[in-house]
Nanobody, 123 residues
Framework: QVQLVESGGGLVQAGGSLRLSCVTS????????MGWFRQAPGKERESVAA????????YYVDSVKGRFTISRDNAKNTVYLQMNSLKPEDTAVYYC????????????????WGQGTQVTVSS
């Protein structure tokens, strides 16, 4: 079992930046591929980015490419999502997720989830 705690959300103006963090419990963080997902009111949860176990490979949804960067620090059991040039359509609850065997952009494949952090981008 692994627990995930997100932080770093908040209210920001369009064009601004935020960095989300997700700290995981346990000593086997490097055994998990990690993903960031988001869910806006009335919409389904969608993938944002994913990073492999070592951090050597990443995926991004097209709408955030060039603006968001996913990274991880295995020594700190933490995965980050740096979000630049934020847009009002980025407003959502952002979740991090972990899985031992799956690396990709499909939410249902991830076994462990955090509680989420709200990101609100004003126009």
């Amino acid at each position: 079992q692994v627990q995930l705690v997100e932080s770093g959300g908040g209210l920001v103006q369009a064009g601004g930046s935020l960095r989300l963090s997700c700290v995981t419990s346990g000593r086997t963080f490097s055994s998990y591929a990690m993903g960031w997902f988001r869910q806006a009111p009335g919409k389904e949860r969608e993938s944002v980015a994913a990073i492999s176990w070592t951090g050597g490979s990443t995926y991004y949804v097209d709408s955030v490419k060039g603006r968001f960067t996913i990274s991880r620090d295995n020594a700190k059991n933490t995965v980050y999502l740096q979000m630049n040039s934020l847009k009002p359509e980025d407003t959502a609850v952002y979740y991090c997720a972990a899985d031992r065997s799956y690396f990709g952009m499909t939410p249902k494949e991830y076994d462990y989830w955090g509680q989420g952090t709200q990101v609100t981008v004003s126009s």
